[in-house]
């Protein structure tokens, strides 16, 4: 009898223990943007970021020198960014988002310089990123695949900025560049050299302003990545609701050396199959075998699987 009492209670303190700790590890992973913080561009200035409105069926991306129309379903995130306005809706948004799920597939660290100035409230407003220290000269590169939403210099206190939207459907923003070396509406793979680090605009001295965003609004990049290791912590985002929300599940460390998990793309217009397998380093012969194809036509808007 003592001993079934006994047996009760430890798995009772089990069970609390457990569930204390899930309880803490869903909610250090919980990124929520309530629809009352505000946000204004990283050190206070007004920086035009381009627009991102949907007439009809093309996009003006980047305001300045190279000004270029792309077609808007090229844009990645098409669907999710459909009635987002970057200069209007940062945080508060009229409808309400569907549940969506970001997978975030490739990721490219900077240059593996420690971060000196974390994400979060400064003494004067919120600092939207994290700072690198990073001398001047050193390449920047795409954190993700996608395409470079804007390259602008003199970009108020960001300096030169570049702004790349990822297949993600994340953003991410790479400031106080020396030198730009994109241009808006340049597909750009994971790793690509975009620009090199320096100290223009409001900056002190030479470092990389990194931040991550979805639909405008920015997060804290270490909730994602792991700047120690220089690679993700996470490998897909969640949102629901109608707030923002993203809720990061921590991998399972066990998982890391297990083959990526699946990952499907939408074609995009004259996208081949030879374009899909060179950016997503596979083979034609591979696609087709995942995808069941039987011959080498896809079309537009089709879903298919990488990997
Ligand atoms: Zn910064």
Known sequence: MIYFFKKQFLLLILFFAVSTLMAQV???DKIVFGESDTLSIVDDNDVELGEDECDEDYQEVGKEESMIYIYFDWMPGY????????????????TSLAADTLILGNYVHPAPYKVY?????????????????????TPVVAAFDGIV???????GGYGDLIVIRHDNKLETYYAHLSRRLVNPGQLVSAGDTIGLGGSTGRSTGPHLHFEVRYMGV????????????????VDTLYTSGKEIKITSPVMNPQANDTPPSKLYITVKKGQTLGHIARRYRTTVYKLKKLNRLKSDFIREGQRLRVR
Request: aromatic residues 12%; positive net charge; hydrophobic residues 20%.
């Open 218 to 233: 920015p997060f804290n990049p270490e909730r994602i990545i792991d700047c120690n290791e220089f690679k993700l912590k």
């Open 26 to 28: 869903d909610r250090s």
């Open 117 to 137: 100035s974390k994400y979060g409230r400064r003494r004067r407003g919120m600092h939207y990123g994290i700072d690198l220290s990073y001398p001047t000269g």
């Open 149 to 155: 939403r804007i390259s602008k210099s003199r970009a």
């Open 79 to 94: 669907g999710t960014y459909n009635n987002f306005d970057i200069l209007t809706t940062h945080y508060k948004h009229e």
